[in-house]
């Protein structure tokens, strides 16, 4: 069973980055898209942005809450996905997820990165 691996949450001022990384614990066959939902204290789990791993850079698509701030990027050798979270804002702060999707398997999740924006 493949287990997906997060770090790099953390607490932030307002405007400030983080990055955050994501990493499969062993090889992924075919094709797949990565990405990460968020959840914050009270709401639905909502998608930030997703990555597909093909082509030379991936298919991106971003929520429009993100758009312009967020940046996702992969690294196929290592099966990871990274976020890369610019010009934070307190509506940001939220329980981050890492996520994988297949064809014909299930949705895995990761266990989860807090990011905390506030001053």
């Known amino acids: 069973q493949i287990q997906l691996v997060e770090s790099g949450g953390g607490w932030v001022q307002p405007g400030g980055s983080l990055r955050l990384s994501c990493a499969a614990s062993?090889?992924?066959?075919?094709?797949?898209?990565m990405g990460w939902f968020r959840q914050a204290p009270g709401q639905q789990r909502e998608l930030v942005a997703r990555?597909?791993?093909?082509?030379?850079?991936?298919?991106?698509d971003y929520s429009d809450a993100v758009k312009g701030r967020f940046t996702i990027s992969r690294d196929n050798t290592k099966y990871a996905v990274y976020l890369q979270m610019n010009d934070l804002k307190p509506e940001d702060t939220a329980i981050y997820y890492c996520?994988?999707?297949?064809?014909?398997?299930?949705?895995?999740w990761g266990q989860g990165t807090q990011v905390n924006v506030s001053s």
């Open positions: 990555i597909t791993n093909t082509g030379a850079t991936g298919a991106t």
């Open positions: 062993r090889s992924i066959s075919g094709s797949y898209l």
């Open positions: 996520y994988l999707n297949r064809i014909l398997a299930e949705t895995l």
